[in-house]
């Protein structure tokens, strides 16, 4: 019975998550969706992609929680279970060694980088601890539009609600 009760709360909250268009990262923070963005199913292809951000891709220190679409982005929302802030920028770096355009680090609790994938794309990852200590990254990959690094950040802060 409480298994069922369990499974039914979670439904509930979900179910409110997707008609508020809110994705919850924690009890007490979420992260609106843009208007221009949706919520896509998850594929294997996407996973990869997903792994191909870290320099370490056999180890799954990231979990690749949602997926965003947009026009020209796709968003990909990981969440950091037992491990550290530092491993996770560390994996990053090594990833995007000597390609970056623009870093930038803010004590222990966010990371910005930015660098190109291929001729045609740009990744920009914000990494976030929130109070509560768990650690998102938000990677976004832009398709033939390079927006500034630090427009991505200021636009995935203004995402982020504490309820």
Not at 31 to 59: A, C, L, M, Q
Request: with cysteine; hydrophobic share 40%.
């Amino acid at each position: 019975m409480k298994k069922i009760l369990f499974l039914f709360f979670l439904i509930l909250i979900q179910w409110g998550c997707t008609i508020n268009k809110d994705i919850m990262l924690d009890q007490n923070t979420s992260f609106k969706i843009p208007e221009e963005y949706k919520v896509v199913t998850i594929t294997e292809n996407d996973v990869e992609i997903y792994r191909s951000f870290f320099g370490n891709k056999k180890e799954n220190f990231m979990v690749l929680y949602k997926l965003l679409s947009g026009s020209n982005q796709l968003m990909f929302i990981g969440i950091g279970y037992e491990t550290s802030f530092q491993e996770i920028k560390n994996q990053i770096l090594l990833q995007s060694k000597n390609k970056y355009i623009y870093q930038n680090s803010i004590q222990n609790n966010s990371f910005l980088i930015s660098f190109k994938r291929d001729s045609s794309a740009t990744i920009t990852h914000y990494l976030k601890v929130l109070d509560s200590g768990n650690k998102y990254l938000f990677s976004v990959i832009n398709k033939g539009n390079t927006e500034d690094s630090k427009f991505v950040k200021q636009f995935i802060e203004n995402q982020i609600i504490i309820n």
